[in-house]
């Protein structure tokens, strides 16, 4: 290498062009091995990495070919600039060559250029090991999906991902701090102070977002679950934020619930740990109905309905005695909690048919007058 660099020295005698065609000679250097790191990457990595059973290593070999040329290409040109700042701090012959002006404005803008090159780098790996986090998280969901045959967390994953990059910027930001000697205990303690009044202003939004957090975590329901709150709104989840959680009503409109209330309340999930909902029709018969042939009736009318599932054998019940007649309920169930409002309805107006074609009355409320004499 010092073989080289005197024999650079006499062929340019200038130490400034001299450094400068050095530095050029890193850069393209960099460059040529980043290209060669490119072509075993896609050449022999990833060949290899095709014949695998996972599709782990084929994702996170295409991220590196993506990459790589761009790494490459900044690291290169930072070590470039960096050297050539360093050479003109330490070599005092280019102070001969240049005006104290020339050399100051020479110094300062290299030094300005090899600084933010220093902080895109930075940047540049963080944004990089982000999505390599990324593909092996989802990865590993979409394998955990495969071999238990469950929902995944994907609820959650937004979160995750939004926390490990903020985790991410802050140690670039500290990486980018130490480097320009910037001294962070201040900044530490103002952070704490302004943190502690930020929640002591914000309780009820950080309450709502850990109780957020707690759900992701928890999971009493998912996207696209249909839950009935205490108050007998029911809808379907939409969207899980961080303060509100977002329900889509069945008339299309939007139920905007604070996280913090859904965590103290009793929450009922119609659609966990499966899709399978109860079907309840309620009718009442004369006292002088027959309530064999009544239940024989509805039993038929619920077996031959195309979407209510004969695993669960439906059942009828009688429930009360009422003032003008005999109670009966119809018990049965379906695959698909959507299909709930239409069964109902397809049945009661099948069991008025019915009855009225069989003879069964279906009382309405009457009431007898004795007269005294």
Known sequence: MESIYVWLE?????????????????????IILGKIVNLILKIVIKPLAGKTKTTLDDKIVQLLVKFSNRIFFVAGLYLAIKYFVDQLKIDKRVEDYLSEGVYRFTLSLSSFINDVLYVVTV???????????????????????????????????????????????????????YKFDVDISGLVLSLGVGSLAVALAAQETLSNMIAGFVILVDRPFRLGDRIRLPSGETGDVFEIGMRSTKLLSFDNNLIIVPNAELVKTRIQNLTYPNTVSRIV??????????????????????????????????????????????????????????NVYQIQSDLRESIKSEFKLKGIEIPFPQMVIHKKE
């Not at 340019?12 to 400068?20: A, D, E, R, S, Y």
């Not at 969901?141 to 995944?152: A, F, P, T």
Request: charge should be neutral; glycine fraction near 2%.
């Open 10 to 30: 006499k062929i340019i005698p200038n130490p400034v062009l001299m450094h400068l065609v050095v530095s050029i000679g890193i850069f393209i250097l960099i």
């Open 123 to 177: 940047l540049f790996f963080i944004y990089a090991l982000y999505q390599l986090f990324s593909i092996v998280i989802d990865y590993y969901l979409e394998k955990r999906d495969v071999q238990k045959g469950e929902r995944s967390a994907y609820d959650l994953i937004p979160f995750v991902k939004k926390l490990v990059l903020v985790l991410l910027i802050t140690i670039g930001l500290l990486i980018v701090l």
């Open 281 to 338: 029709v309620d009718v009442g018969v004369a006292y002088d109905t027959d309530l064999e042939k009544a239940k024989s009736i509805l039993l038929e009318l619920a077996k031959n309905h195309p979407l209510i599932t004969l695993e669960f054998e439906p059942l009828v019940f009688v429930v009360n005695f009422s003032a003008s007649s005999i109670d009966l309920r119809l018990i049965a169930r379906t695959i698909d909690y959507r």
